[in-house]
């Protein structure tokens, strides 16, 4: 067992919306390999500062179930890079966690390995397949198609999510988002929100998305997928 969890940060307080009909405790990891330049967790994309120690985990999801929260999301960060997220994910299933992972779909071999262990995925699909070097960095396609085609056959439950930047996803770069995953159980589109900190300079003064064009962007996708839901209009 290694010495040190996956986890790097928590949120200090329980949410009530990132883990669907869950009171949750939100849970980071540190490092990711791509570099959107919307991504609202700047902080830790480095990915060189220390994780928790297995004690002060324990101590951190005591402190939660005293709150009575049953759920743990991990996200990040990717968490999928972290060599010690099985032993993680195993650590919050022994403690009677629900377990939801957030990811951005570039590990699907880290993904096979974990997936009949967590009880939700929520993976982000940035764009269209052909558009993801030019927003995220990261160019091997075939990695996030076989990752959606993953949480799709194995995952017990699972949202794929777009946020959805009005200068950048058009109707057709939507209509490819649709195709990637389609015939998927759930698919939720949720603002860009500029912040002062973001990677792409550009963006910071870029406006919120704007709710009717997030209804027009379900409106796209519900011809893919069984259920679209608008979140944080």
């Not at 985990?57 to 990717?78: A, D, H, Y």
């Not at 009677?96 to 262990?117: C, H, M, Y």
């Not at 699972?158 to 009005?166: A, D, L, N």
């Amino acid at each position: 067992m290694s010495s040190f969890s996956a986890i790097h940060a928590f949120q200090q307080h329980a949410s009530l919306v990132d883990y669907p009909g869950r009171l949750s405790a939100l849970m980071f990891t540190q490092g990711c390999n791509f570099r959107c330049g919307f991504c609202h967790n700047v902080t830790l994309l480095a990915g060189d500062g220390k994780n928790y120690t297995w004690e002060e985990l324990e101590e951190i999801g005591q402190r939660f179930k005293r709150q009575w929260v049953k759920g743990v999301v991990i996200s990040g960060g990717e968490p999928t890079i972290q060599a010690s997220l099985p032993e993680t994910i195993d650590f919050f299933r022994r403690h009677g966690f629900a377990i939801k992972l957030d990811t951005n779909g570039s590990q699907p071999a880290v993904l096979e390995a974990i997936i009949d262990r967590v009880d939700y995925v929520a993976m982000d699909i940035k764009c269209a397949l052909d558009s993801y070097k030019a927003l995220t960095g990261f160019d091997d396609y075939e990695k996030i198609r076989q990752s959606v085609r993953l949480v799709m056959e194995r995952a017990r439950d699972y949202e794929f999510r777009t946020t959805v930047i009005e200068t950048f996803h058009s109707e057709q770069e939507l209509h490819d988002c649709g195709k990637l995953a389609v015939g998927a159980k759930r698919y939720v589109v949720q603002p860009f929100v500029p912040h002062d900190d973001l990677l792409d300079v550009a963006l910071r003064q870029q406006p919120r998305t704007r709710p009717s064009y997030l209804q027009e962007a379900a409106t796209i996708l519900r011809a893919y997928v069984q259920e679209v839901q608008v979140r944080g209009a």
